[in-house]
């Protein structure tokens, strides 16, 4: 196996046009368990290590600009106000020195349907910025996940930053697992808020072949927010509306069996997190300074 090791973004980019099937690797979490596992057997590896652009991130008016390899403890210390679904997401991804390596890009690059950034990263809505010697592009979120462990690259492409809209209200994550720390969810939900333009958008993870949004489920709650004019007062949702929605986050599922839960337990516990999140992020949605607003 050959190890290279570019110095540069551009070095880096002209390694992949040269050697397509090099494996690139970041934090190495996902890559090099498969290597010591022999799943996998590279003829190159792809240090992307000595890149320093892919480390850095920038908040700017609307977006926030991810390096590919900025660690999930940095999301979780610096862009918690930007990025707090991604910052809690963060939280729950496996131990502090698992963390401390792995990031967004990595997990965007293996693409598993229980990576905990999706679900986040559907809900605030982001874009993912690759490049190749050819040029870039951005590939929207929702076209990023192609099939299981599949993703929208080309073998010549690399993930260069992501670009995730700054919270303009409220997120929340959770997972189901079966323990609190180093543990592969069973299956995850994350919600956002978007009360600039008056819509929710959804994640879930672990509960269908790629992560996916529940566009039903968001369609029939914005919907009912604006016209139960929710948003201008800020009153309590009614039962039947939260769980008309997380009935519709259910159904959006399509789970399989497998060794860490049923799909009719994913199914179940996903509308039980839709409801309980929505119950969460409206009461926060509520309590801060609409309610003052409202009353000035
Ligand atoms: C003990 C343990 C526990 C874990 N727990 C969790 C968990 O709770 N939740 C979770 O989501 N994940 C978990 N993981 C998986 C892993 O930590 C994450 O997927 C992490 O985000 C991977 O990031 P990385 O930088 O280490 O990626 P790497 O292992 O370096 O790379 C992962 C994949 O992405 C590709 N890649 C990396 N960077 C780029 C790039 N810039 N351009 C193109 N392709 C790229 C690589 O080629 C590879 O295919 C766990 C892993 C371990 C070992």
């Known amino acids: 196996m050959d190890f290279l090791r ?3 973004w551009e070095e880096a980019l002209a390694a992949k046009a040269e050697h397509p099937t090099a494996v690139p690797i970041a934090g190495g979490t996902d890559v090099m368990v498969e290597i010591n596992f022999d799943h996998r057997r590279p003829e190159y590896l792809l240090d992307l290590n000595r890149i320093e652009l892919l480390r850095e991130w920038e908040v700017g008016e609307e977006n926030v600009r991810l390096g590919a390899s900025v660690p999930y403890t940095q999301i979780m210390e610096n862009l918690r ?12 991804v496996a131990s502090p020195q698992i963390r401390n390596r792995g990031g967004v890009g990595g997990n965007l690059g293996t693409a598993s349907p229980a990576g905990d950034a999706h679900p986040a990263l559907l809900a605030a809505g982001a874009e993912v910025e690759v490049e190749s ?3 870039s592009r951005f590939i ?7 099939g299981v462990k599949r993703n929208a690259l080309q073998p010549d492409e690399l993930i260069k930053t992501v670009h995730i809209k700054k919270a303009d209200g409220p997120q ?19 919600l956002a808020l978007h009360p600039e333009t008056r819509t929710v958008r959804t994640g879930i993870g672990s509960a269908a072949p790629t992560p996916i949004r529940a566009k039903e489920a968001e369609a029939f709650l914005n919907a009912a927010l604006e016209e139960g004019g929710f948003w201008d007062s800020g009153k309590i949702i009614t039962p039947s509306v939260a769980k008309q929605f997380a009935d519709l986050v259910s159904a959006a599922a399509n789970p399989i069996d497998d060794v860490r839960g049923t799909a009719k337990y994913r199914r179940h516990a996903v ?21 003052l607003e409202g009353a000035a």
């Open 140 to 146: 929207p979120i929702d076209e990023f996940y192609t």
């Open 81 to 92: 106000t930007e990025l707090p679904g991604l910052a809690l997401a963060s939280h729950t």
């Open 133 to 135: 010697v050819r040029g």
């Open 6 to 8: 570019p110095a540069s």
């Open 172 to 190: 929340q994550y959770s997972k189901v697992g079966t323990r609190n720390a180093m543990v592969i969810a069973v299956c995850a939900f994350g």
């Open 271 to 291: 509308g039980i997190m839709a409801r309980r999140q929505l119950g969460w992020t409206w009461e926060q949605y509520r309590g801060a300074g609409r309610t």
